[in-house]
């Protein structure tokens, strides 16, 4: 006998995998070039160089030591530089004993979630999703709460959500820049948010707490503020990760900051702390706990993002597809052109097009394209888009 959840977890693999795989596959039978793989979110440009020269002048310097086991929080220098950071880039005051790090965001989640969550606690999660929160907020006991997508901005449709606050409601979680919309939450979102949530804590004598779950927090274009969220909702905890932002996803680099602010603060932290030795972390890679902090305050040479979303967006407007602009992340999220997005995938499979339906994102109707991608792969993709488009004429 084994646990039935995580067989169906170890067995069934997510959509994005499913065509992931496909890919490959296809591209052994077609070859790559013909294959226009936009399935999975893996950054296309390479770490800035500085994080590998960092990794190697430790590795030389620090040969034993460097593989050791740090504390279970992360070494206290690297607390303290990703402290020094975010006080420099928000003029805040953390301090390093209130950063918990971890391996990269999916664990900061799941040690906020499983540090959180007492029996029938609820999470609210806004649509469209990162498929991977319903399963971690399951693995921690909790009930998912999803609120359907607002499609003409994807910023939050607040009708629904005022309904879905409830007294069990321990938390809500915000990804911006979103994957999969790409879209960014404006200021007047986050205020209009945490001013509910700030009255339904008052009324149901608990704080609910806003995890702000944010790999994509520097992947922003022009003319794009994102904002830091801290400081628009005192209850806020972060989830961050350096998988995107140093092109880093295979290292597991990441930490989550309960601020100061955050009422039962002291209690939050342990519990974060807890979840974490619970979950058998110990601790996030004592190599990488130091490259990144030691480069936390740098980004991978992100402008290609830009172009490429640049390209996607007017050329597929073109083609008459409806598409959200936009502001950062790596991903595009246009509206299919039938009402069944596995259908609409399906075909552009047949056309070598890999596209992620929208449905398991909880936005039925519209498909996901990561576009980090080399921009020529895009150019040479978009005849198959206008071919796909054609093919509902
Ligand atoms: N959250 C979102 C919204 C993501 O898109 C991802 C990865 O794609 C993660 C969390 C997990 O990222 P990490 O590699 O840091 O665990």
Redesign the pocket.
Same mark, same amino acid.
């Given at each position: 006998m084994v646990s039935e959840r995580m067989k169906g977890l170890g067995t069934a693999r997510s959509v994005i995998r499913e065509l992931f795989e496909y890919g490959k596959v296809r591209a052994a039978q077609v070859g790559a070039e013909n294959v226009f793989d936009f399935s999975i *979110?893996n950054p296309s440009v390479p770490s800035p160089a500085a994080v590998n020269e960092t990794a190697i002048r430790l590795l030389r310097e620090q040969p034993d030591l460097i593989h050791a086991y740090t504390s279970a929080q992360g070494a206290q220098d690297a607390r303290q530089r990703f402290a020094d950071s975010l006080n420099r880039r928000f003029g805040a005051h953390y301090t390093a004993d209130r950063f918990y790090l971890t391996v990269? +965001? +999916? +664990?900061s989640?799941c040690c906020v979630l499983n540090g959180l969550s007492c029996p029938g606690d609820e999470f609210v999660v806004f649509a469209p999703y990162?498929p991977?929160y319903k399963v971690f907020i399951e693995g921690a006991g909790a009930t998912m709460v999803l609120i359907p997508p607002e499609i003409d901005a994807f910023q939050i449709n607040f009708d629904a959500f005022q309904q879905a606050v409830t007294p069990h409601t321990k938390g809500v979680l915000v990804?911006s820049p979103n994957?999969p919309s790409g879209v960014v939450y404006s200021k007047k979102t986050l205020e209009r948010l945490a001013a509910i949530l700030t009255e339904k804590s008052r009324e149901y004598g608990h704080p609910i707490y806003l995890i702000s779950?944010e %790999?994509y927090r520097e992947i922003v274009y022009t003319g794009v503020e994102v904002p830091w969220v801290p400081h628009i909702y005192r209850d806020t905890i972060v989830c961050y990760?350096f998988?995107k932002s140093l092109s880093l %996803?295979g290292e597991?680099a *990441?930490y989550v900051l309960v601020p100061q602010e955050v009422t039962e603060g002291d209690d939050v932290y342990a519990a974060v702390a807890g979840a974490g030795r619970s979950l058998g972390y110990v601790c996030a890679p004592s190599l990488f706990q130091q490259v990144t902090s030691l480069c936390c305050d740098m980004t991978s040479d992100i402008r290609v993002y830009e172009e490429n979303r640049n390209l996607l967006v007017s050329s597929l407007r073109e083609m008459g597809y409806h598409v959200v602009e936009p502001g950062g992340a790596f991903y595009l999220f246009p509206r299919t052109l039938e009402p069944d997005d596995r259908a609409f995938s399906e075909r552009a499979k047949k056309l070598d097009l890999l596209i992620v339906p929208g449905s398991g994102s909880g936005a039925p109707g519209h498909v996901r394209i990561s576009y980090c991608v080399q921009t020529e792969t895009i150019r040479r993709a978009l005849p198959k888009f206008q071919a796909l488009a054609d093919s509902y004429k």
């Open positions: *979110g990269g +965001a +999916a +664990a989640l990162f991977e990804n994957n779950d %790999p990760s998988s %996803p597991r *990441g």
